[in-house]
């Protein structure tokens, strides 16, 4: 080994394999860095992992990847992924049942933003002043260059354009809920515009709607640990980090099933709050602060096998007044000859939800499936599953403080989906915040010219 590549490859610990982990992990690896990829659970993932149910590998929670998801679909590439055999690509579309007195918006294959001029002339359930509104805010939108000079709540910024309540309900309500995780009334304006300008106000396959075919932890997590092992890392399942401390210039980490291992860097890619417990030791100048959080809920129905809806995903009407939770069903059969009969349905900001107990909120959901889809049979079942992640993401707030993934410590990172970015927290903002805390340490360890 030359001199120079010596220098270069250091042993760095990836302490978390959830996305962001893992794309960090990526990143160093085939860099030629010697890493180790740390996971305190069974299953890598994290928060966007496979769970076995019922003899089906099935997600923790349903997932839409989107086609301004650059980075993510960088290293799918990366990792060898067939990006045509694992994902369902989709136009924009946000189509509701004739039970939900809703809308249908598909933007056809043209040019930007041409296929949205289509898609509004075409849409159905909207009025002339629905689509006046819509227009006028997108217009709006791309002269301030998708910029607010004060952030403000997306509720606020919908009324200052004067949308009117129709399209909040079937179009902008949803899409906020869908991406940020966070109720228009609380949730910011300025993410929400972010999301909008990478998707809408781009190239028309930036809009695209991703499905994943595949269990996440396949498709992502399970690709990127043996491209780790294959540059000669180790990964760690199993495995709990349980304090990270200095050591002459290095890092120690404190593990509760081993010795304590030394490494000349850290990626640290744990949730906000283990992030914190992990870097108490270590004298930082800016904490980690606290965030409130937002549960997603996803309820899965197994009907039989001869049982599918004639699209692939539907958007649902949802009023906790009315016991309607469910905001998207996914037909899970058109992903896989495994999953016929397989329905998804995801409730976002589900804190209301989970409360009435999982029993109730399936057949809740089954109910609410049978009325929208006009599918009687739908409201029985033969089994049913929820899955709740109580603190899937932060919530999107205003003008939200997040940390850098760069610390004082040239040798320690962070990463994570809760650090600052233009996105909230997605599966994208996690692979950025990865890829940044990977090039950080890169950067420092490469020999100076």
């Not at 498709?219 to 050591?247: D, N, Y």
């Not at 009687?376 to 940390?403: D, G, M, N, V, Y």
């Not at 760069?406 to 990865?434: M, Q, W």
Request: aromatic share 6%; with cysteine; charged share 20%.
């Amino acid at each position: 080994m030359s001199e120079t590549a010596s220098r270069m490859k250091q042993a760095i610990a990836v302490v978390g394999a959830g996305w962001a982990g893992c794309a960090a992990a990526v990143e160093l690896a085939r860099t030629g860095h010697q890493v180790t990829l740390y996971e305190s659970s069974r299953t890598l993932g994290g928060r966007a992992r496979a769970v076995e149910m019922q003899g089906k590998l099935l997600d923790n929670g349903q997932h839409i990847l989107l086609g301004a998801y650059t980075e993510s679909l960088r290293l799918f590439k990366t990792v060898g992924i067939d990006l045509d055999q694992a994902l369902l690509r989709l136009p924009l579309q946000i189509r509701f049942p004739a039970g939900c007195d809703g809308m249908d918006f598909v933007a056809p294959r043209l040019p930007a933003p041409l296929h949205l001029i289509a898609a509004l002339l075409r849409a159905k359930g909207l009025t002339g002043k629905d689509k006046m509104a819509l227009a006028r805010f997108s217009s709006a939108a791309r002269w301030m260059d998708w910029q607010l000079n004060t952030d403000c709540s997306v509720s606020e910024l919908l009324h200052r354009f004067d949308q009117t309540g129709r399209l909040i309900k079937l179009m902008w309500q949803p899409l906020c809920i869908a991406a940020l995780n966070t109720p228009p009334e609380r949730a910011s304006a300025q993410i929400f515009l972010n999301v909008l300008r990478d998707s809408l106000g781009a190239r028309r396959a930036a809009s695209d709607m991703l499905i994943p075919r595949i269990d996440l932890t396949t498709l992502f997590p399970q690709q990127v640990a043996s491209l780790v092992r294959q540059h000669g890392g180790t990964i760690e399942t199993g495995t709990m980090v349980q304090k990270i401390s200095g050591c002459q210039g290095k890092w120690s980490l404190i593990l509760d099933k081993a010795e304590d291992a030394i490494y000349d860097a850290v990626v640290v890619a744990t949730p906000a709050a283990q992030a914190a417990i992990l870097l108490a030791d270590v004298a930082m100048n800016t904490a980690i602060p606290a965030f409130e959080y937002e549960a997603i809920t996803t309820c899965y129905l197994q009907y039989p096998a001869n049982t599918h809806l004639a699209l692939p995903f539907y958007a649902l009407t949802d009023d906790a007044d009315s016991g309607c939770w469910g905001q998207f069903v996914f037909d899970r059969g058109q992903l896989g000859s495994t999953q016929s009969g397989l329905f998804a349905v995801v409730v976002s900001t589900s804190t209301s939800a989970i409360e009435m107990g999982h029993e109730a909120l399936s057949a809740a959901i089954a109910a609410q499936l049978a009325h929208a889809l006009q599918m009687p049979q739908l409201a029985h079942p033969e089994w049913s599953r929820i899955i709740s992640e109580k603190r899937a993401t932060f919530s999107c707030t205003p003008a939200l403080q997040r940390p850098q993934e760069k610390t004082e410590f040239p040798h320690l990172a962070i990463a994570g989906d809760y650090l600052a970015s233009d996105y909230p927290a997605t599966l994208e903002s996690a692979v950025r915040s990865g890829v940044k805390a990977a090039a950080l340490l890169r950067q420092h360890f490469s020999p100076a010219k």
